[in-house]
T-cell receptor, first 114, second 122 residues
Protein backbone atom coordinates (compact mmCIF):
# COMPACT_ATOMS: atom_id res chain seq x y z
CA UNK A 1 0.00 0.00 0.00
CA UNK A 2 1.45 3.31 -1.10
CA UNK A 3 1.12 5.57 1.90
CA UNK A 4 2.37 8.71 0.19
CA UNK A 5 1.10 9.43 -3.31
CA UNK A 6 3.04 11.89 -5.43
CA UNK A 7 2.20 13.58 -8.73
CA UNK A 8 3.07 14.27 -11.43
CA UNK A 9 5.56 11.57 -12.32
CA UNK A 10 7.44 13.99 -14.57
CA UNK A 11 7.32 17.71 -15.15
CA UNK A 12 8.81 20.01 -17.74
CA UNK A 13 8.94 23.70 -16.88
CA UNK A 14 10.50 26.63 -18.69
CA UNK A 15 13.20 28.62 -17.02
CA UNK A 16 11.62 31.25 -14.78
CA UNK A 17 8.38 29.31 -14.42
CA UNK A 18 6.80 27.78 -11.34
CA UNK A 19 7.17 24.06 -10.68
CA UNK A 20 4.49 22.45 -8.54
CA UNK A 21 4.65 18.94 -7.16
CA UNK A 22 1.84 17.47 -5.10
CA UNK A 23 1.70 14.78 -2.44
CA UNK A 24 -1.11 13.19 -0.48
CA UNK A 25 -0.94 10.90 2.51
CA UNK A 26 -3.30 8.60 4.35
CA UNK A 27 -1.68 7.91 7.68
CA UNK A 28 -2.85 10.53 10.18
CA UNK A 29 0.07 9.61 12.43
CA UNK A 30 2.46 11.27 10.00
CA UNK A 31 3.97 14.26 11.73
CA UNK A 32 6.87 15.43 9.66
CA UNK A 33 7.00 16.03 5.92
CA UNK A 34 10.36 16.55 4.21
CA UNK A 35 11.17 16.97 0.57
CA UNK A 36 14.31 15.44 -0.85
CA UNK A 37 16.13 16.39 -4.05
CA UNK A 38 18.12 13.81 -5.98
CA UNK A 39 20.52 14.56 -8.83
CA UNK A 40 21.56 11.76 -11.22
CA UNK A 41 24.16 9.47 -9.68
CA UNK A 42 23.71 10.98 -6.24
CA UNK A 43 21.79 10.13 -3.12
CA UNK A 44 18.74 12.14 -2.07
CA UNK A 45 19.43 15.27 -0.03
CA UNK A 46 17.05 17.14 2.24
CA UNK A 47 15.67 20.25 0.55
CA UNK A 48 12.99 21.60 2.86
CA UNK A 49 10.60 20.20 5.44
CA UNK A 50 7.43 21.11 7.29
CA UNK A 51 5.48 20.03 10.37
CA UNK A 52 1.66 20.11 10.57
CA UNK A 53 1.55 23.07 12.95
CA UNK A 54 2.16 25.49 10.06
CA UNK A 55 0.45 25.75 6.69
CA UNK A 56 3.41 27.08 4.74
CA UNK A 57 7.17 27.17 4.91
CA UNK A 58 9.41 29.11 2.57
CA UNK A 59 13.15 28.83 2.03
CA UNK A 60 14.43 30.92 -0.84
CA UNK A 61 12.68 29.86 -4.03
CA UNK A 62 11.24 26.74 -2.43
CA UNK A 63 7.90 26.74 -0.60
CA UNK A 64 5.94 23.91 1.00
CA UNK A 65 2.19 24.36 1.32
CA UNK A 66 0.46 22.05 3.78
CA UNK A 67 -3.24 21.27 4.11
CA UNK A 68 -3.76 19.12 7.17
CA UNK A 69 -7.51 18.58 6.72
CA UNK A 70 -7.04 17.40 3.16
CA UNK A 71 -3.88 15.46 4.06
CA UNK A 72 -2.04 17.06 1.19
CA UNK A 73 1.16 19.00 0.80
CA UNK A 74 2.96 20.45 -2.15
CA UNK A 75 6.31 21.85 -3.20
CA UNK A 76 6.47 25.05 -5.21
CA UNK A 77 9.67 26.07 -6.93
CA UNK A 78 9.52 29.70 -7.97
CA UNK A 79 11.67 31.08 -10.80
CA UNK A 80 12.70 27.55 -11.76
CA UNK A 81 16.26 27.22 -13.03
CA UNK A 82 17.98 24.54 -15.15
CA UNK A 83 20.04 23.67 -12.07
CA UNK A 84 16.79 22.62 -10.37
CA UNK A 85 16.46 19.74 -12.82
CA UNK A 86 16.42 16.67 -10.60
CA UNK A 87 14.08 14.09 -9.12
CA UNK A 88 12.07 15.33 -6.15
CA UNK A 89 10.67 13.07 -3.47
CA UNK A 90 8.15 13.97 -0.84
CA UNK A 91 8.27 11.91 2.32
CA UNK A 92 6.49 11.52 5.61
CA UNK A 93 7.20 10.00 8.97
CA UNK A 94 5.27 9.65 12.19
CA UNK A 95 6.49 10.93 15.51
CA UNK A 96 6.05 7.92 17.71
CA UNK A 97 8.86 8.40 20.17
CA UNK A 98 10.21 5.06 19.08
CA UNK A 99 11.35 3.66 15.79
CA UNK A 100 10.05 5.54 12.82
CA UNK A 101 10.91 5.57 9.19
CA UNK A 102 10.71 7.83 6.21
CA UNK A 103 8.05 6.77 3.73
CA UNK A 104 8.81 8.25 0.34
CA UNK A 105 6.53 9.23 -2.52
CA UNK A 106 7.20 7.81 -5.95
CA UNK A 107 9.25 10.79 -7.12
CA UNK A 108 8.83 13.54 -9.73
CA UNK A 109 11.42 14.04 -12.41
CA UNK A 110 11.66 17.78 -13.05
CA UNK A 111 13.26 19.16 -16.17
CA UNK A 112 13.71 22.91 -16.45
CA UNK A 113 14.29 24.02 -20.03
CA UNK A 114 15.96 27.19 -21.28
CA UNK B 1 35.17 14.22 3.95
CA UNK B 2 32.19 12.21 2.78
CA UNK B 3 29.53 12.02 5.49
CA UNK B 4 27.97 8.72 4.41
CA UNK B 5 30.08 6.52 2.18
CA UNK B 6 29.19 3.27 0.49
CA UNK B 7 31.33 0.74 -1.28
CA UNK B 8 31.33 -0.40 -3.94
CA UNK B 9 29.62 2.20 -6.14
CA UNK B 10 28.93 -0.38 -8.83
CA UNK B 11 28.51 -4.12 -8.44
CA UNK B 12 27.86 -6.59 -11.25
CA UNK B 13 27.43 -10.20 -10.29
CA UNK B 14 25.84 -13.43 -11.41
CA UNK B 15 22.62 -14.92 -10.11
CA UNK B 16 23.10 -17.14 -7.10
CA UNK B 17 26.15 -15.32 -5.79
CA UNK B 18 26.46 -13.78 -2.32
CA UNK B 19 27.59 -10.18 -2.06
CA UNK B 20 28.02 -7.44 0.54
CA UNK B 21 27.71 -3.67 0.42
CA UNK B 22 29.49 -1.64 3.06
CA UNK B 23 28.37 1.65 4.59
CA UNK B 24 30.15 3.98 6.94
CA UNK B 25 29.09 7.33 8.41
CA UNK B 26 31.36 9.81 10.13
CA UNK B 27 28.59 12.04 11.47
CA UNK B 28 28.34 10.42 14.89
CA UNK B 29 24.75 9.44 14.18
CA UNK B 30 22.90 6.77 16.12
CA UNK B 31 20.58 5.59 13.38
CA UNK B 32 21.33 4.06 10.00
CA UNK B 33 19.12 2.82 7.21
CA UNK B 34 19.18 0.85 4.01
CA UNK B 35 16.89 1.88 1.16
CA UNK B 36 16.30 0.22 -2.19
CA UNK B 37 15.61 2.35 -5.26
CA UNK B 38 14.15 0.45 -8.18
CA UNK B 39 14.32 1.24 -11.88
CA UNK B 40 11.34 3.59 -11.53
CA UNK B 41 13.20 5.58 -8.87
CA UNK B 42 10.88 4.42 -6.09
CA UNK B 43 12.67 4.54 -2.72
CA UNK B 44 11.69 1.91 -0.22
CA UNK B 45 12.97 1.41 3.30
CA UNK B 46 14.55 -1.98 3.93
CA UNK B 47 16.03 -1.68 7.41
CA UNK B 48 16.42 0.82 10.24
CA UNK B 49 19.09 0.29 12.88
CA UNK B 50 19.35 2.31 16.08
CA UNK B 51 21.55 1.41 19.05
CA UNK B 52 21.42 -2.29 18.37
CA UNK B 53 17.69 -2.21 17.65
CA UNK B 54 17.05 -3.54 14.21
CA UNK B 55 13.74 -2.81 12.55
CA UNK B 56 13.19 -5.01 9.54
CA UNK B 57 10.70 -4.21 6.82
CA UNK B 58 8.72 -7.41 6.62
CA UNK B 59 8.55 -7.30 2.84
CA UNK B 60 12.33 -7.74 2.58
CA UNK B 61 13.35 -11.34 1.75
CA UNK B 62 15.44 -13.02 4.40
CA UNK B 63 18.22 -13.34 1.84
CA UNK B 64 19.01 -9.75 2.85
CA UNK B 65 20.73 -9.38 6.19
CA UNK B 66 22.11 -6.18 7.69
CA UNK B 67 25.10 -6.31 9.96
CA UNK B 68 26.27 -3.50 12.21
CA UNK B 69 29.70 -4.06 13.75
CA UNK B 70 29.50 -0.66 15.44
CA UNK B 71 27.45 2.52 15.42
CA UNK B 72 29.28 3.97 12.43
CA UNK B 73 28.85 1.01 10.12
CA UNK B 74 25.86 -0.80 8.68
CA UNK B 75 26.65 -3.38 6.02
CA UNK B 76 24.19 -5.23 3.82
CA UNK B 77 24.75 -8.85 2.93
CA UNK B 78 22.72 -10.49 0.19
CA UNK B 79 22.59 -14.24 -0.32
CA UNK B 80 21.60 -16.11 -3.47
CA UNK B 81 21.22 -13.00 -5.61
CA UNK B 82 18.28 -12.88 -8.02
CA UNK B 83 17.66 -10.81 -11.14
CA UNK B 84 15.01 -8.82 -9.28
CA UNK B 85 17.57 -7.65 -6.76
CA UNK B 86 19.04 -5.35 -9.41
CA UNK B 87 18.56 -1.82 -8.10
CA UNK B 88 20.39 1.05 -6.47
CA UNK B 89 20.87 0.56 -2.75
CA UNK B 90 21.25 3.62 -0.56
CA UNK B 91 22.61 3.77 2.93
CA UNK B 92 21.53 6.69 5.10
CA UNK B 93 22.03 7.92 8.63
CA UNK B 94 20.37 10.34 11.02
CA UNK B 95 20.97 11.57 14.56
CA UNK B 96 18.08 9.43 15.69
CA UNK B 97 14.98 8.27 13.91
CA UNK B 98 13.83 11.08 11.66
CA UNK B 99 10.75 12.67 13.16
CA UNK B 100 11.65 11.90 16.76
CA UNK B 101 13.04 14.31 19.32
CA UNK B 102 16.35 14.01 21.12
CA UNK B 103 16.54 14.27 24.93
CA UNK B 104 16.80 18.06 24.64
CA UNK B 105 13.55 18.17 22.70
CA UNK B 106 15.23 19.05 19.44
CA UNK B 107 13.69 17.31 16.48
CA UNK B 108 15.75 14.96 14.41
CA UNK B 109 15.03 16.22 10.98
CA UNK B 110 17.40 14.97 8.39
CA UNK B 111 18.55 11.70 6.95
CA UNK B 112 21.88 11.90 5.12
CA UNK B 113 22.22 9.56 2.17
CA UNK B 114 25.24 7.96 0.61
CA UNK B 115 25.81 8.04 -3.15
CA UNK B 116 24.31 4.63 -3.67
CA UNK B 117 25.48 1.24 -4.91
CA UNK B 118 24.17 0.19 -8.29
CA UNK B 119 23.75 -3.58 -8.15
CA UNK B 120 23.26 -5.44 -11.41
CA UNK B 121 22.52 -9.14 -11.29
CA UNK B 122 23.07 -10.98 -14.58
Amino acid sequence: QQQVKQSPQSLIVQKGGISIINCAYENTAFDYFPWYQQFPGKGPALLIAIRPDVSEKKEGRFTISFNKSAKQFSLHIMDSQPGDSATYFCAATPYTGTASKLTFGTGTRLQVTL
Amino acid sequence: DTAVSQTPKYLVTQMGNDKSIKCEQNLGHDTMYWYKQDSKKFLKIMFSYNNKELIINETVPNRFSPKSPDKAHLNLHINSLELGDSAVYFCASSQSYVGTRDPRGVMNTEAFFGQGTRLTVV
